[in-house]
């Protein structure tokens, strides 16, 4: 997989979907882990691997707040995890006739926590990278494959 | 105008009827997935469907196929994130009038109007 096509792919369906910018950062990790949500999807038969996202929850509540186009104080907690999920949804799909031709997508996977790491056993980490969106908040963006 | 919009996504209902609202006047039916969907089809007597592929229960595909099953020549526009080519003639192949890829583009959008209602 090339990297720098998965980097262009994917900051061109988070701007078109958010009208949020996304810049790419050096860090290696998060390094704002509070209330993380991360919204996962799977791809599944002839190629397996999955998509997920990790952010905290100002850019969770401002992306939800661009997608649904209200005030970032009239989100609620069902917004927030419709629209990440709908996000990660949008992502992997856009690039799935690329990478994970012959798959299927599951549904979105919506979770929250804290200070988590997520390991998807069995398969490698073909694209992982830290962007900073609105304000320097953190998204992780995490592709793993599994042949 | 009245078109059903079928998406497990209220933020994709949402942003699909505040696109379409910018091009005509529009009176809008809702569903969560293909089994509510086909209510809202028979209840509503829609003039056009925007459905999502992916959904709970009953999917997009399952839900057209039903539509034409039942003998219903509504036009129906299938949404996906992953509109390629393969995916757009198997959805053609199995009742779908018309795919479009989301994030929805507008221009993509006016285009899909024009040549289902035209």
Known sequence: MDKRVINDLVSKSWKDTTRLPLESTSLDELTDRDALYIASVVFSGESQGSLTIATGETLATKIASMMFECETDSVSYDDIKDSIGELVNILAGNMKSDYFGGSDLSRPLVMEGSDSILSMLNADVVFQKIFTSDNKEQVLIQICHTD | MKILIVDDSRVARIGLKKALSGLMNID???????????????????????????????????????????????????????????????????????????????????????????
Do not use: H
Request: hydrophobic share 40%; aromatic share 8%; glycine share 6%.
């Open chain 2, 28 to 118: 809008f039916l809702e569903a969560d997935d293909g089994t509510t969907g086909l209510s809202a089809l028979k209840d509503g007597n829609p003039d056009l469907v925007f459905t999502d592929w992916y959904m709970k229960e009953m999917d997009g595909l399952e839900f057209i196929k039903k539509v034409r099953v039942d003998k219903n020549p509504v036009k129906i526009c299938m949404v996906t994130s992953e509109a390629n080519d393969d995916r757009k003639a198997f959805a053609i192949e199995n009742g779908a009038d018309y795919i479009i890829n989301k994030p929805i583009q507008f221009n993509e959008l006016a285009k899909a109007l024009e040549t289902l209602i035209g």
